[in-house]
């Protein structure tokens, strides 16, 4: 029994934050339906988080009920005139509504103009929100000094460092860092280094050039856990130092990533430095497949972890406006390689196991915040990006449905017919049905 309660409290970490990152982002996106809507002249009767038995709800001053029901996994806004969560129409309650004034306040006797701004604020909203996190996270963590400086050195097995924080970096073994502004400066930086764990590094302190000694700059340090992935699943940490693969010592994390590379998949044996002690593991590299720089995807055999320095680097104040454009550009970046990664999933040339369902979401939550409230904010905006996407898909009872309807109605000057509209929203429901038993079967029978 007592063996049980670690596992059962990582179940209920994972299920946990699965909740509250789903409730976050399913509360923004609803909430601007609800708020474009009401300056829209839209009235919305009631707003939920969640589905099922209501557990809690009020009224508030605009008649509109606001409450959270039993089951966590979506929610949404009904205005007047829905017959349903999806916005579908109640004929007998629009044709028994004769005041023009009333009748302007339902969804669909409302201008098109107002539907359509009420509909697409909900992925709006969404991707407002992931630029607003981003723009806040780098906002935090400051960029880079130039050049780039020692904040603190990180816990390495390298004996005899004399490098200091504050010092600011300017060669490495001999070979000089390159600016911030340098295109694919830092990969000729580490292609250039050799593969020692200890080399001299000429740096600026006190305003004075001098010489320290320090690890390799670019150590096989485990700086951050993908979610389920090899080293993840062995429970290696985040400040292990993999010291030898297969018992042949390694200084970098170019020479980690080669043997990964190399191995195609067979089991590889780690020496692994933690906290002063020395581990042993063995885990299987697993084909994965990575956008590239020049576009498209290519399949590469990773065990799951990212590097990064053997120093925390000295930062600087990043400003608003430089803040937001970084959200803007990460945010635009998500939804690049996730069009990219649905295209390559659908031609075939990736797997479609790249498709995770809920399962895959919620372990992928509690990994997140297991590894920090940082990382887990970051996912919430990552996650926030890719729902706004999906529901600009059009397919029926999804919203980009919606907006096709609408984008119908501008070109014909009339909605599609009661009837049409059921028929294409039922099918509509049927494909994303179909697309999530698609992704829960992944979730339970991919590797």
């Not at 201008?111 to 929100?129: C, E, I, M, S, Y």
């Not at 590894?371 to 600009?392: D, R, Y």
């Amino acid at each position: 029994m007592a063996s049980l309660i670690p596992q059962f409290g990582g179940v209920f970490i994972t299920l946990l934050a699965f909740v509250v990152a789903l409730s976050v982002i399913v509360a923004i996106h609803e909430y601007g339906h609800y708020i474009v809507g009401r300056w829209s002249g839209i009235k919305a009767e009631v707003f939920s988080l969640g589905f099922g038995p209501v557990l809690f709800s009020r009224m508030d001053g605009r008649g509109t009920r606001w409450q959270v029901a039993a089951l966590p996994f979506g929610g949404y806004v009904k205005f007047l005139g829905d017959a349903d969560a999806a916005s579908g129409k109640d004929t007998e309650a629009m044709q028994e509504i004769d005041d023009p004034a009333r009748l302007r306040q339902t969804m669909h006797g409302a201008p098109l103009w107002a539907r359509t701004a009420t509909v697409a604020a909900g992925p709006v909203f969404n991707f407002v929100l992931s630029i607003l996190i981003f723009a806040g996270v780098m906002m935090v963590q400051g960029k880079p000094t130039e050049p780039i400086s020692i904040g603190a050195l990180k816990p390495l097995p390298v004996e005899g460092v004399t490098l200091q924080p504050g010092d600011r970096l300017l060669a490495v073994a001999g070979v000089p860092l390159p600016g911030a502004e340098e295109e694919d400066g830092f990969k000729r930086f580490s292609a250039a280094l050799p593969d020692t764990s200890r080399m001299e590094y000429r740096v600026l302190r006190d305003e004075s050039e001098t010489t320290a000694t320090g690890p390799h700059p670019l150590p096989p340090l485990v700086s951050q856990l993908a979610p389920q992935s090899a080293a993840y699943d062995i429970d290696m940490q985040v400040g292990d130092v993999i010291t030898a693969v297969d018992g042949e010592p390694i200084a970098s994390f170019e020479q980690l990533k080669n043997r990964v590379e190399a191995s195609e998949g067979r089991v590889l044996r780690l020496d692994v430095w933690r906290d002063g002690r020395m581990l042993e593991f063995a885990l299987a590299p697993r084909a994965r497949d990575e956008m590239q720089d020049a576009g498209g995807f290519e399949s590469k055999w990773r065990i799951g972890i990212a590097g990064g320095w053997a120093f925390e680097p000295g930062t600087e104040r990043l400003g608003p406006g430089a803040a937001l454009w970084g959200g803007v550009t990460q945010t635009g970046v998500i939804i690049e390689s996730s069009l990219s990664g649905l295209y390559h999933m659908v031609t075939g040339a990736i797997s479609s196991c790249n498709m995770s369902g809920p399962i895959g979401i919620a372990q992928v939550s509690g990994a997140m915040a297991s590894q920090g409230a940082e990382s887990f904010i970051w996912f919430i905006a990552v996650l926030s990006a890719a729902v706004g996407l999906l529901n600009l898909f059009p397919i029926p009872v999804l919203d980009g449905g919606h907006l096709v309807f609408y984008a119908y109605e501008a070109v014909t000057g009339k909605p599609p017919s009661d009837r049409a509209l059921r028929i294409l929203m039922t099918a509509g429901l049927t494909v994303v049905l179909g697309l999530m038993v698609f992704a829960l079967t992944n979730d339970l029978f991919c590797p």
